[in-house]
């Protein structure tokens, strides 16, 4: 099985392209052996390339534990470079079909190759039921939640995907290891959820530190990027236009005006192999 080693940032997926091919793969077990850093290939998810009946093309994400999330930031930033540059989809803008509904992005292309994508992520989405969060008014915001004998403060936003954003002010006195499967699991959140502690140092200017749901601690988070601007500016911490600064490097947030969020960063290649499959 032929496969495709991309980053965003350091968040790095195993690709298969199955967008001319008919297969029927069991996509979780899949995700659990190639994912695996030891045993496999390595990687913060499994995505996979399909065609669509509704947009241009259809991605698919499975995390390491096998699960399916709706959507990927990172990943669908190297799903579109990829596609592009292989010719699948010369669509700019390209319209992508995901578990969170169909996103449009926008290629920045340069001789024939993609080098950076601005995504429309769309609107967040602040209703606690359609994120979902057991909390209390909406949007979900400066609320209490406990764990481990602690209390914190946190925000609820969905950008397709349920994520719990929390203010910290040094990083250093966080129990990061503990604290965030502990969110990941809380009973606030009947779908898991996505954590982030966030740094702000400027009104234009945040630090983000994510534990991913159903991957644990990664270098960056797309859609949790948007989540925490959205939640800064609900706050009044930020401005609507942030840069994002996350343990694999930069991302660009933009909260418009149209109430769209839009997220703006590169997609790279690592390598490319074969899966020698043991029977």
């Keep these: ?3 495709i080693k991309m980053h965003g940032l350091g968040n ?10 008919s297969v029927d793969e069991d996509y979780p077990t899949l995700a659990k052996m190639l994912c695996h850093r030891q045993f496999g290939v390595g990687g913060d998810g499994l995505a996979v390339i399909l065609p669509s009946s509704v947009a241009d093309a259809r991605m698919r994400i499975f995390n390491p534990d096998g699960s399916e999330p709706e959507m990927c930031g990172n990943a669908i930033r190297c799903f579109a470079r990829y596609v592009y540059d292989q ?3 010369l669509l ?3 319209r992508v079909e995901t578990l969170a509904g169909v996103l449009t992005l926008d290629l920045e292309v340069k001789e024939g190759q993609v080098h950076g994508v601005r995504v429309d992520m769309g609107e967040p989405i602040l209703r606690a039921d359609l994120i979902p969060v057991m909390g209390q008014g909406e949007p979900v915001v400066g609320q209490p939640i406990e764990v481990l004998g602690q209390i914190f403060q946190y925000s609820a936003v969905s950008m397709g995907n349920p994520h719990c954003i929390i203010f910290v002010e040094d990083f250093g006195a966080l129990d990061f290891e503990r604290v965030g499967p502990a969110i990941e699991n809380h009973l606030l959140f009947p779908r898991k959820t996505n954590v982030e502690f966030i740094r702000v140092n400027t009104p234009q200017d945040i630090t983000m530190k994510v534990w991913e749901r159903g991957a644990g601690p990664t270098l960056a988070c797309g859609t949790g990027a948007c989540a925490s601007v959205v939640a800064a500016v609900l706050n009044d911490q930020t401005e609507r236009s942030v840069t994002v600064h996350l343990p694999g490097g930069d991302l660009l947030i933009e909260w418009g005006a149209d109430n769209h969020v839009y997220m703006t960063g590169p997609a790279t290649y690592v390598f490319k192999g074969e899966w020698l499959e043991v029977k």
């Design 87 to 89: 010719g699948l989809v």
């Design 12 to 21: 790095d997926f195993v690709f298969l392209d199955h967008f001319s091919v």
């Design 92 to 94: 700019n803008p390209m």
């Design 1 to 3: 099985m032929e496969f």
